[in-house]
């Protein structure tokens, strides 16, 4: 651009324009012309002074970070801090990048993914809105850059994975429960969409202990909870049995916080006729025996991948990667 024309352009004095050009030149950022006329150009090495942008992860969440915040359990907020924590090690910044609203149109979408997609190391993902929603399925379809799901599954090829290994921990469980002659667990599930575009691996839970409990010697039946209302009574109806179990399974200790006092009040005696055994380790009401998984290392790992594959991978290369679960024993579990 002329000095001339910047001068117009900006309304500033052509001296000013000059002495600016002038100073640009000294630092190598442009190569002034050598004749009348001619117009100052790029310098061949001023990328290399520029400043470079700090590497960023935009880490997507189901819903507004408000709302996500007002939902929040305690290993959820050590998910997103291990996040932070581990990115910040490597020197890099995470992003809270919300969705448009469910009413954008095409163009507004494409526009927020130009808004991010040129300058981001990659996407970490912690869940599915509710519902369709076409920007988050315009966020999947894209590939230019890595994306990883971290607690699910998804069925584009292209994106990568950090879920849980649940058979160490529910051996573990197993194993206590027939060395205390436990024969008959009750599992006490929550009910999970057929078909998700985040595929939620605590779906897997259940599923895990019900292929593994025959080869410790235990019988299992299964209760899908849908609230006390509707299913209060069916979990009742498998305690007071002929099959009657000794010991209690729960989807998590979130649910064990709101089934155990219902049971207490209809006289079942807890860890003396009913041992249970919990799922994230941080019942508030009781010191639950209870399975679970390290937040911090799948935050790590989400990490580790997107900083991977952003250096050494090619678009549409994943990684997938499991952590192992836990059993923690407590006095929740009793030996008959």
Partial sequence: VSERYL?????????????AYLQLADEGY?????????YPRISGDAASKYRQPYPTINLVLPNRMSEY????????????????????DLGISVKITPLPSKCASSKEIS????????????????GSPNGNDPSFDALLQQNAVPHIFVSGRSTFSHIGSVTVD????????????????????????????????????????VEVIQKLAGEYGVETRTVIWKGAKSSLEEVIGQIKSPWAPTAMWLHNDLLADELLPLLEGLGVRLFQDLSVVGYDDCSQKYALSSLNHSRQAMAAMA??????????????????????CEYFCKASVVCR
């Fill in 7 to 19: 001068s117009d352009a900006l309304s500033v004095s052509r001296n000013t324009v000059h002495q």
């Fill in 30 to 38: 442009i190569t002034l012309p050598e004749m009348r006329g001619s």
């Fill in 69 to 88: 915040v007002g939902m929040m359990r305690r290993r959820s907020l050590e998910l997103v801090a291990g996040l932070m924590d581990h990115a910040a």
């Fill in 111 to 126: 526009l927020w993914l130009d808004s991010f997609i040129s300058r981001t190391l990659g996407v970490i993902t912690l």
């Fill in 166 to 205: 649940y058979a160490p921990g529910v051996r573990k469980m197993l194993q206590h429960l027939g060395d205390c002659s436990h024969r008959r667990l009750l599992l006490v599930d929550l009910p999970f969409p057929p078909v998700s575009t985040f595929a939620n691996c605590a779906c897997e839970r």
């Fill in 303 to 324: 990490v580790d991948f997107v900083d991977n594959l952003f250096k050494h991978g090619k678009p549409g290369e994943a990684q997938h990667g499991r952590v192992p």
